[in-house]
């Protein structure tokens, strides 16, 4: 951050941030050196908070122009390109249920061809817990799909943005097991959702291949002034 936002830049930013009151100020950031760009400019902390995680303060990367050898290099990836769609819909009494399973057979239904091409390969998790997540996260895929339950949280209360998964202790895991490409069965006696941290998912995904999140959550896409 303080490479970026020396004394001078800083205050610009500042002052352009004053301007605007509520709205957001995007940083794009342009960046020809290949050194440069490999390094993780995202995790820019400025003393309070990353960036990148901040609403107000959205973190874009454009590329130069087309035909620039220095152009960063794309996120390859070698076929079949590993695709998990999670879909989670657990109790609560804030929390509709989700049709997560229709979800999920439209998405195989789209994929279908290419899947018998060996081009991508889907797998599904439907109503995991987040250890169960987790522990299947550490397969490395390259695109996590998540439809559920979300909140943007509130970043002036100190509560970050998270997603909803079931809130089943350890314990009980092995009455009600879990099986990869299947739904878990209908229990009465779950406990209610837990919140999975913007931080916790971040964490969970660190130095894996995933090369995107797209998350379909109520909120998600919420920023600070729409609350």
């Given at each position: 951050?303080?490479?970026?936002?020396?004394?001078?830049?800083?205050?610009?930013?500042?002052?352009?941030?004053?301007?605007?009151?509520?709205?957001?100020?995007?940083?794009?950031?342009?960046?020809?050196?290949?050194?440069?760009?490999?390094?993780?400019?995202?995790?820019?902390?400025?003393?309070?908070?990353?960036?990148?995680?901040?609403?107000?303060?959205?973190?874009v990367?454009?590329?130069?122009?087309?035909?620039?050898?220095?152009?960063?290099?794309?996120?390859?990836?070698?076929?079949?390109?590993?695709?998990?769609?999670?879909?989670?819909?657990?109790?609560?009494?804030?929390?509709?249920?989700?049709?997560?399973?229709?979800?999920?057979?439209?998405?195989?239904?789209?994929?279908?061809?290419?899947?018998?091409?060996?081009?991508?390969?889907?797998?599904?998790?439907?109503?995991?817990?987040?250890?169960?997540?987790?522990?299947?996260?550490l397969?490395?895929?390259?695109?996590?799909?998540?439809?559920?339950?979300?909140?943007?949280?509130?970043?002036?209360?100190?509560?970050?943005?998270?997603?909803?998964?079931d809130?089943?202790?350890?314990?009980?895991?092995?009455?009600?097991?879990?099986?990869?490409?299947?739904?878990?069965?209908?229990?009465?006696?779950?406990?209610?959702?837990?919140?999975?941290?913007?931080?916790?998912?971040?964490?969970?995904?660190?130095?894996?291949?995933?090369?995107?999140?797209?998350?379909?959550?109520?909120?998600?896409?919420a920023?600070?002034?729409?609350?």
């Amino acid at each position: 951050y303080t490479a970026l936002f020396s004394r001078d830049i800083e205050r610009a930013f500042s002052k352009a941030q004053d301007s605007l009151g509520s709205q957001s100020l995007r940083v794009r950031l342009q960046i020809e050196s290949p050194e440069l760009a490999a390094l993780p400019w995202e995790a820019m902390h400025n003393g309070a908070a990353f960036l990148a995680m901040e609403s107000e303060t959205p973190i874009v990367r454009r590329f130069p122009p087309a035909g620039n050898d220095k152009t960063p290099p794309t996120l390859a990836v070698k076929p079949p390109l590993r695709i998990l769609f999670v879909g989670a819909s657990p109790p609560g009494p804030n929390l509709a249920k989700i049709d997560i399973r229709s979800v999920e057979q439209q998405l195989a239904a789209a994929l279908k061809e290419l899947e018998q091409k060996r081009q991508v390969l889907l797998y599904r998790m439907l109503n995991p817990t987040l250890d169960e997540l987790q522990a299947e996260l550490l397969k490395d895929y390259h695109i996590l799909v998540f439809l559920g339950h979300g909140d943007a949280g509130d970043p002036t209360a100190g509560r970050e943005a998270c997603i909803y998964l079931d809130g089943t202790s350890s314990a009980d895991l092995a009455a009600y097991p879990f099986k990869r490409d299947a739904q878990r069965g209908e229990r009465t006696d779950s406990s209610e959702a837990i919140e999975v941290t913007a931080g916790t998912l971040a964490a969970a995904l660190d130095g894996k291949a995933t090369r995107l999140v797209f998350l379909s959550a109520c909120n998600t896409a919420a920023a600070a002034i729409d609350r």
